[in-house]
């Protein structure tokens, strides 16, 4: 628990740790962000009311006409070779590589923080025992 503090306390801003800092610490230094939480984020879209993310690009065309298709690929930020497909704000086709959708999930606070929340990721009494060992330690001067 030692180390968990010291490492919160380079979170501190105004004399004092708090859970939202804890949060923030939480995402940078424990949360592995990966491809294998596109499903989430997809449930996290779908709930925003935004479109989800799939690999399969021929399933977004098939939602579409011909001409339509043509003008959502050429219009969007397309590339074939790309892993990933969604649909942008103006129904044009986005595709993604693996690494840039992770680092847009990785971006996402809002998404980190339902996540976090949604599947109980924090022990909230231990987190409180560490941000009260990380006040400490901030008082101390770390």
Do not use: C, H
């Not at 409180?128 to 001067?141: M, P, W, Y």
Request: aromatic share 14%; glycine share 6%; net charge negative.
């Amino acid at each position: 628990m030692r180390k968990e503090a010291i490492l919160l306390t380079q979170y501190e801003r105004y004399g004092v740790l708090r859970r939202e800092d804890f949060l923030q610490y939480f995402i940078d230094e424990e949360l592995e962000v990966n491809l294998s939480l596109v499903g989430r984020y997809n449930e996290w879209l779908a709930e925003q009311g935004d479109a989800g993310f799939t690999a399969d690009w021929e399933e977004l065309v098939k939602q579409l006409d011909p001409v339509e298709a043509v003008r959502a690929t050429y219009y969007g930020r397309f590339s074939m070779g790309d892993d990933w497909f969604t649909f942008d704000g103006y129904q044009n086709i986005e595709s993604y590589t693996d690494r840039r959708l992770v680092k847009e999930m990785k971006g996402n606070t809002d998404f980190l923080s339902w996540l976090i929340e949604k599947d109980d990721l924090i022990d909230w009494e231990k987190a409180d025992r560490i941000i009260e060992e990380a006040n400490e330690l901030v008082k101390e001067g770390y």
